[in-house]
């Protein structure tokens, strides 16, 4: 059964900084596109970072572009978001998920919008920016 549990979400002050985790199970990070995506109040579902086979294929979002990197712990099958340089505009619900095969191009394009094409979600994690 595949799962996916995001955590370490909390309340920081601008330009502060935060690592959220995804522990999965019934699935490999290597063959499988993995995504973080956000949704702020009132407003939709975004991608933020997503990566495939092993990082070779990365997208981000320009709003996190040299904020927001991603890394992975194949062994605990673990993938961490490290923000920084936060904003208050990053107040979002972070979740993670993951798509199941299929073309990786297509999963990353779909990193470009709300992620429609990820077929697992895990439980969000919410991350609040004061100013």
């Known amino acids: 059964e595949v799962q996916l549990q995001a955590s370490g979400g909390g309340l920081v002050q601008a330009g502060g900084s935060l690592t959220l985790s995804c522990t999965a199970s019934?699935?490999?990070?290597?063959?499988?596109?993995i995504g973080w995506f956000r949704r702020a109040p009132g407003k939709a579902r975004e991608g933020v970072l997503c990566?495939?086979?092993?990082?070779?294929?990365?997208y981000s979002a320009d709003s996190v572009k040299g904020r927001f990197t991603v890394s992975s712990d194949n062994a605990k099958n673990t993938t961490y978001l490290h923000m920084n340089s936060l904003k208050p505009e990053d107040t979002a619900v972070y979740y993670c998920?993951?798509?199941?095969?299929?073309?990786?191009?297509?999963?990353?394009?779909?990193?470009?919008?709300?992620?429609?094409?990820?077929?697992?979600w895990g439980r969000g994690t919410q991350v609040t920016v004061s100013s």
């Open positions: 019934g699935f490999t990070f290597d063959d499988n596109a």
């Open positions: 990566f495939s086979s092993g990082f070779r294929y990365t």
């Open positions: 998920a993951v798509r199941i095969g299929g073309s990786r191009f297509t999963a990353l394009d779909s990193c470009r919008s709300s992620g429609r094409v990820f077929d697992y």
